[in-house]
């Protein structure tokens, strides 16, 4: 029996892509006319009931799902509401000569979800003309660029006040959680609508202005919490402790993780009388059309580069998006065995976004690549510009993933190789040079021998260079 592929587990489709489909068919199943329960819906979707769970509470929060008074989610609709929903497309709205074009254009495409654009756009303008005596319906969102942004920024400011105009009325918004929602389904549909009507939108114009919680940029594993994530991968599979490694090693996103195969070129360089080993190789982030230049340097990390074959990928999986499924699942559980979330899915699905504990819960494998930059922010004397290199184009996105710490701070100037600590902390080893992560890391983890002040030698470290 054939079994056909779901559209997001086709292995070409982005993990941004994936989930933004995923979480249309959790809505289209929650509503009528299915009003199918949660785990009905993780059958369907083939994924589990909390995974679920979080997108409906997500879909909440951006206002495409309603909650009872009792907190449960409505997935019954009233009559009017349904035939509101239905009908739209056939009212006065959907007579305007631009919408027809629009409406008319989006069938000719098989665009899917036609009448939840209408509908979103039927509330931005019903949003505006109550609000502003001005605005000219549809047709105000055909003028220059220039006239449409500031339509745009009044109805993100009564959004995120709570103050859109909707079908139904609807139970009392969290005045928190709604200034914290994304309008963005509003504005993919006010776009859909200028660019089905022939009008070019300049690049970076007409968008969200995203302005990244940088409480996600202090997310980050310590050496000791990455190599007890080794033990834990390992004793699970081959391939998740590869991917484990590598990731915490070079910082790719996960689509390249499990799509790249890195050619590796072994280096050697001598420092301070000691023969330093490294590897070089070079990755194609799809989502930049970019390729950047990665360095293997840790001693766990350059076993394993000795284990692989050089162009091939790191894993042996068939199936990509099982596989980053697997992973993503493991990273949680990982994450839950180190204390930093709890190991049950539903508390899991109810923490607060803009939270650490959400960010690791909702996006764990990205929270490794927050990791990676911080771990090189460390043992590059936190020299922004060389770290920056590595991942982008310009060097004020790493604020986003590595926001330098009052830690940090303190601690300039000190090198586990030539200028230990007073007091080791071997938890998050820092070094004022790439030269010298490189050597410690060769060399066992010994620090450079250097006199004190009564001219007495000092002695070795413990051996903690992985």
Not at 62 to 78: D, F, M, P, W, Y
Not at 83 to 104: E, G, H, L
Not at 330 to 357: C, H, M, W
């Amino acid at each position: 029996m054939m079994v056909t592929e779901l559209p997001w587990d086709d292995r070409s489709v982005s993990d941004d892509k994936a989930e933004k489909l995923i979480k249309e068919k959790v809505l289209e199943l929650t509503l009528f006319p299915h009003r199918k329960k949660r785990q009905e819906i993780a059958d369907v979707i083939n994924r589990s009931k909390s995974k679920v769970y979080r997108l409906q509470k997500e879909l909440v929060n951006e206002g495409k799902l309603k909650v009872n008074e009792s907190g449960h989610i409505e997935r019954s609709a009233n009559a009017d509401q349904i035939r509101q929903n239905q009908d739209i497309s056939k009212t006065d709205f959907a007579n305007i000569p631009s919408v027809q074009r629009w409406i008319s254009s989006m069938r000719r495409a098989n665009v899917t979800n036609i009448n939840y654009h209408v509908v979103n756009f039927w509330k931005v303008c019903r949003t505006l003309k109550k609000s502003n005596t001005m605005f000219a319906g549809p047709k105000s969102f055909l003028q220059d660029t220039h006239e449409v942004e500031p339509l745009i920024d009044e109805f993100v400011e009564r959004f995120k006040k709570g103050q859109t105009e909707y079908l139904t009325n609807r139970t009392q918004i969290d005045p928190v959680k709604q200034s914290q929602s994304s309008p963005q389904h509003y504005i993919e549909s006010i776009r859909s609508f200028i660019k089905r009507n022939g009008k070019q939108i300049p690049q970076g114009n007409i968008q969200i202005q995203r302005d990244p919680n940088l409480i996600y940029s202090n997310i980050k594993l310590t050496d000791t919490e990455r190599l007890k994530g080794i033990k834990f991968m390992e004793k699970t599979s081959e391939n998740l402790k590869n991917l484990f490694i590598m990731h915490n090693e070079i910082g790719p996103r996960t689509d390249t993780l499990f799509t790249m195969k890195p050619k590796f070129e072994r280096r050697v360089v001598k420092i301070d009388d000691v023969e330093c080993e490294y590897y070089v190789c070079r990755i194609t982030e799809k989502k930049q059309s970019q390729q950047y230049e990665k360095l293997i340097i840790t001693p766990k990390a350059r076993a394993l580069v000795k284990t692989l074959k050089s162009g091939e990928r790191i894993h042996d999986y068939t199936h990509l998006r099982a596989g980053k499924d697997e992973y993503n699942q493991k990273l949680r559980e990982l994450f839950a065995y180190l204390g930093k979330i709890d190991s049950d899915p539903i508390v899991q699905s109810q923490y607060d976004k803009g939270t650490e504990e959400y960010y690791l819960t909702t996006k764990p494998s990205h929270a490794v690549r927050h990791s990676c930059v911080h771990f090189l922010m460390r043992i590059t004397g936190e020299r922004a510009e060389v770290v920056s290199a590595l991942f982008w184009e310009k060097p004020e996105t790493l604020r986003v993933y590595a926001k330098t710490s009052i830690d940090s701070i303190l601690q300039q100037g000190v090198c586990y190789y030539c200028n230990p600590p007073t007091e080791v902390n071997n938890t998050l080893k820092r070094f004022c040079t790439l030269r010298h992560a490189l050597v410690f890391f060769n060399n066992g983890g010994k620090e450079k021998f250097r006199k004190g002040i009564m001219g007495e030698m000092l002695g070795e470290v413990k051996d903690d260079s992985n």
